[in-house]
């Protein structure tokens, strides 16, 4: 190298040591959420010594394609946390080795005799145990899966800072069918997707295969989850063409080594659009044996396919109803053709006529619970935790603990079409955790929802748990970096849905952000308390379904009219002179007698409903007492506001936390909790002052009139609003 090159370098070099000093201590690398909480940055120093120590060699004894993709995890895991890669080794003899894999793979393992009885296909063990005198760590599972989770879960105790010297760990997943749903139409639209287009790139593959799937596959075997259905539940028949189908195979092979089976959301009109056949009726010799004959034809393609998701009957759906047959019979027609390959058919419950001018929180109960014990042994019945739609807050639905010779399938959604898109910050675990252990009582008290969906109540061995997923092809795949926590916390919950939504929360931040306790602490419980502030901002004390008409941004309490009286928000509050609420008690839709009897005199009574329910279940008089003291508008009204004071608050502990996250992810964060701080505003005022025109009531002194009319509220237009379905 030239003189002048070398005194450029230096130069440079002194210059980039000057720029460390002038900043402040901490990461001040860039980070774009890219690597979510597989980041693997280097350990806190006092505990890499000791981490090093139980780390010094790798054996996966496997050559299949999963024993690769776990050994890959781990020496980039490994390498990533602790500074240097382990030696990989055939067998263990160092001290410190960490051994993982089978005992039909491993002569050294199946010595050990590990007791895997008990743990299934998927399941693990992670042991502290010497082998050959000298320490060792065994990752042992009855299958190169169960390996592949048991290395995740390795790796996950060194990012949680968990200590190594003992460790007795057995872990077998609690649901067989742990699926992400996507909602991600063949032009790369997603539906209620907020985070770009649709990962899958369908024009260039099976040519190309973009390396985010294989980032995809690890992120999801990392939390557990072992399925994805990658189309829309409204979907286009032509998902079934030769053409897609290759493309899924595509996915498919990248997905396998990682444990993940491809699904496809199947269109009930298929036969009659891709068919040339002039009915799709399920019990039409000819429709059934061109089932069977798409069957066969898809697992030529994709050997280990997992099954068919299938919406029919709901909102424009085709369906079996059309040709006057069962949910069942078009289940079944479906689960047939799949059997004879081991596939599934995933039946989803959400459902509501056109015709029905009854509640339409009811109708999934009055269609489904007829059939109960009628549909075949591989169909699940996919059911929403609500029985109206991903609100912020909805009792559980009521066909939980209502068909027990049926295995239901829990849906959630991860993507936030109700609860302010991929812009506010709402941890979603709380959600999902309040459903799971909402108690059916349907065999006495602890009839939860969890052991109906774990199969624990009824003895299923079919279960399962399906995410809508909240992943596109933004940088950082869900469109904020909060949102990763929903997607972590969703597969940590279909795996075991009775964790608990803060532990999940710690764990996320650890690997997400820092295991800085002044990090951990104050953001664990930010986010702990962000969905109740949703729920108090948008739709407080059991109101639901208020916001804007077809791509449901913003509030819009006022919307009426239209096609269907069960797409306004007037159907759902029911404002009038008197008071506020939907009654679903015996004196109105009689809802609540779709609940077990303990259940149901709960909710249908004022006195005994839970608060948060108040409104779902009674149309309650405005100056109804609450347990406050406060009468119900007084109530509402601070409840709008104690949402948008808890956003303020999350900036306040946010804008604290500046210098211990990297720059570029805390300025996002920082700003997106600005919009949330305005959009709850908004939310609150306009709600404000439209049920102010029905409750003819004074605010409560201290509380600040809205800045504008209502007429200003409602002339908002949003036409481009992301994800509308539409
Ligand atoms: C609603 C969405 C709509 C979906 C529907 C469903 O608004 O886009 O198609 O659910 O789950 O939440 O089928």
Same mark, same amino acid.
């Given at each position: ?417 109700? =609860?302010?898109?991929?812009? &506010?910050?709402?941890?979603? $675990? /709380? ?5 799971? *252990? !909402? #108690? ?105 379904? =208020?916001?804007?008409?077809? &791509?449901?941004?913003?509030? $819009? /309490? ?5 096609? *269907? !009286? #069960? ?105 997106? =909790? ?53």
């Amino acid at each position: 190298m030239h003189a002048a090159g070398r005194r450029i370098r230096r130069g440079l070099r002194l210059a980039a040591c000057w720029l460390a000093a002038l900043l402040p201590a901490g990461p001040v690398l860039a980070e774009d959420g890219h690597d979510l909480w597989l980041r693997y940055v280097p350990v806190q120093e006092e505990r890499a010594a000791d981490y090093r120590a139980r780390a010094t060699e790798l054996v996966v004894a496997s050559a299949t394609p999963t024993g690769q993709a776990t050994r890959e995890e781990l020496v980039r895991g490994l390498r990533g946390l602790l500074g240097t890669a382990p030696a990989l080794a055939a067998r263990a003899g160092r001290d410190g080795a960490v051994v993982v894999g089978t005992p039909a793979g491993s002569p050294q393992l199946a010595a050990l005799a590990p007791d895997l009885a008990a743990l299934g296909e998927e399941g693990y063990l992670i042991r502290s145990l010497p082998i050959g005198g000298r320490k060792a760590t065994v990752v042992a599972a009855n299958t190169d899966r169960g390996a592949l989770y048991g290395a995740f879960h390795f790796l996950r105790l060194i990012q949680t800072g968990q200590p190594l010297h003992a460790l007795d760990i057995r872990q077998a997943p609690k649901t067989k069918v742990r699926v992400l749903n996507h909602w991600d139409n063949l032009d790369r639209y997603v539906e209620r997707g907020y985070a770009g287009e649709s990962i899958w790139d369908w024009h260039r593959l099976p040519g190309w295969k973009d390396p985010r799937y294989t980032g995809y596959a690890r992120a999801n075997a990392s939390i557990g989850i072992n399925g994805t259905v990658l189309n829309n539940v409204n979907t286009s028949a032509q998902m079934l063409t030769p053409m897609y189908l290759e493309k899924a195979a595509a996915l498919a092979g990248v997905f396998r080594p990682y444990g993940i089976k491809v699904y496809l959301s199947a269109r009930f009109s298929a036969p009659i659009e891709i068919g040339g056949l002039k009915t799709a009726d399920p019990l039409d010799p000819a429709v059934r044996r061109w089932w069977k004959a798409k069957a066969d034809e898809v697992y030529r393609t994709i050997p280990d396919f997992g099954g068919f998701l299938v919406k029919a009957n709901s909102e424009g759906q085709p369906g079996p109803q059309d040709y006057g047959r069962s949910h069942a019979d078009g289940a079944n027609m479906l689960a047939e053709a799949l059997a004879p390959h081991g596939g599934i058919v995933m039946w989803r419950a959400f459902v509501y006529s056109h015709e029905e001018p009854d509640d339409r929180a009811k109708q999934a109960y009055t269609e489904f619970v007829p059939y109960d014990g009628t549909f075949a042994p591989n169909v699940l019945v996919q059911v929403k935790n609500g029985a109206i739609d991903f609100q912020p807050r909805e009792p559980f639905h009521p066909l939980f603990g209502a068909m027990p010779k049926t295995p239901l399938m829990m849906e959630f959604q991860i993507t936030k079409e109700y =609860l302010g898109f991929a812009t &506010h910050l709402a941890y979603l $675990a /709380p959600l999902y955790e309040e459903a799971l *252990r !909402a #108690d059916t009582q349907v065999r006495g008290p602890g009839s939860t929802v969890a052991k109906v969906v774990d199969g624990s109540l009824e003895g299923h061995a079919l279960t399962g748990m399906a995410g809508v997923a909240n992943i596109g092809s933004d940088r950082n795949w869900s469109g904020s970096h909060f949102d990763q926590a929903n997607w972590f916390a969703f597969g940590r919950l279909a795996w075991d849905p009775y964790l608990e939504s803060e532990a999940i929360a710690r764990e996320w931040v650890k690997m997400t952000f820092s295991t800085d306790p002044a990090v951990v602490d104050p953001v664990v419980a930010m986010m702990m308390g962000s969905r109740e502030a949703v729920v108090d901002y948008m739709t407080p004390l059991g109101l639901h379904h =208020l916001m804007g008409r077809g &791509h449901h941004y913003g509030p $819009a /309490p006022w919307v009426s009219g239209g096609p *269907r !009286a #069960d797409w306004t928000s007037v159907y759902y509050h029911r404002a009038d002179a008197k008071g506020i609420g939907f009654d679903r008690s015996a004196t109105g839709s009689n809802a609540v007698a779709q609940y077990a009897a303990p259940v149901a005199a709960q909710f249908g009574d004022l006195a005994t409903v839970p608060e948060e329910f108040l409104l779902w279940f009674h149309h309650v008089p405005w100056d109804h007492r609450m347990a406050s003291g406060r009468t119900l508008w007084d109530e509402l009204v601070h409840r709008y506001g104690r949402g948008v004071d808890y956003v303020r608050g999350m900036r306040t502990t946010w804008d604290g936390l500046a210098g211990k996250v990297d720059a570029e992810r805390h300025a996002q964060v920082a700003a997106f =909790l600005a919009i949330q701080e305005q959009e709850a505003q908004w939310w609150r005022d306009a709600s404000i002052a439209y049920f102010q025109t029905f409750s003819k009531r004074p605010l409560p002194a201290g509380e600040a009139a809205p800045p504008h009319d209502l007429a200003y509220y409602q002339s908002l237009q949003f036409p481009f609003a992301p994800g509308d379905g539409k």
